[in-house]
């Protein structure tokens, strides 16, 4: 079974640039959430996504958004980059059934601001 | 505002030791994650913890829930290399992950022989 696949794995981008990150649910899953991990503020909660429509979504600024596709699917932007967003963005899917809610992470998009 | 704090940061050990992890979180909630991460790589699944008492056993890795105590504690019995690693805990505290989960800052595991 295929997991969680995100892509680009690694990119650079510069100062005032925009970002788009892409992630591929296990297929079945039809939450997909995203973070970002960045060594002083930890792993951060950005948005959750289930059945295309946002449920909730962390204490970011609005730069930060997404959308999901009715394959489930996914995509985080970024607009008008910050040297701060140089982060690894992960991108996890999720049952969220009557099971456990157990989180399955990609490997995530490690992206670099300059 | 959830909070959740993993005790210690760090930890140097070496192997053959037994040692725990505790995590602990600042709201009620019944739902609790354990996850280990690589240098480099992604977040795995350890544990997911989902009532008060809650125990769950892994090879040398045992994790439980107190939910009354908002704790729960991740222990390493005989300690080998290869469990050298991050190790983070995080808690839903909406009970239904609707908020998403909130992490702890990581304890960073180096066993050493």
């Known amino acids: 079974k295929a997991g969680v696949t995100q892509t680009p794995r690694y990119l650079i981008k510069t100062r005032g640039q925009q970002v788009t990150l892409s992630c591929s649910p296990i297929?079945?899953?039809?939450?997909v959430s995203w973070y970002q991990q960045t060594p002083g503020q930890g792993l951060q909660f950005l948005f959750e996504?289930?059945?295309?429509?946002?449920?909730n979504k962390g204490n970011f600024p609005g730069r930060f958004s997404g959308r999901q596709f009715s394959n489930s699917r996914s995509e985080m932007n970024v607009s008008t980059l910050e040297l701060g967003d140089s982060a690894l963005y992960l991108c996890?899917?999720?049952?969220?059934?009557?099971?456990?809610?157990?989180?399955?992470f990609g490997e995530g998009s490690r992206l670099t601001v300059l | 505002e959830l909070k959740v704090e993993q005790n210690p940061l760090f930890l140097s050990m070496q192997e053959g030791k037994n040692y725990t992890i505790y995590c602990n979180y600042s709201?009620?909630?019944?739902?609790l994650y354990w996850y280990r991460q690589d240098p480099g790589k992604s977040l795995e699944s350890l544990f997911v913890?989902?009532?008060?008492?809650a125990v769950k056993q892994e090879g040398r890795l045992m994790a439980s829930l107190d939910t009354k105590a908002r704790l729960s504690t991740l222990h390493i019995t005989a300690a080998v290399h290869d469990l050298s690693a991050t190790y983070f805990c995080a808690v839903d505290g909406s009970g239904g992950g609707a908020d998403g989960l909130t992490f702890g800052k990581g304890t960073h595991l180096i066993i050493q022989p």
């Open positions: 996890a899917s999720s049952l969220r059934a009557v099971n456990t809610g157990e989180l399955f």
């Open positions: 913890l989902l009532s008060n008492g």
């Open positions: 709201t009620t909630s019944d739902r």
């Open positions: 297929s079945g899953h039809r939450s």
């Open positions: 996504y289930f059945s295309e429509t946002q449920r």
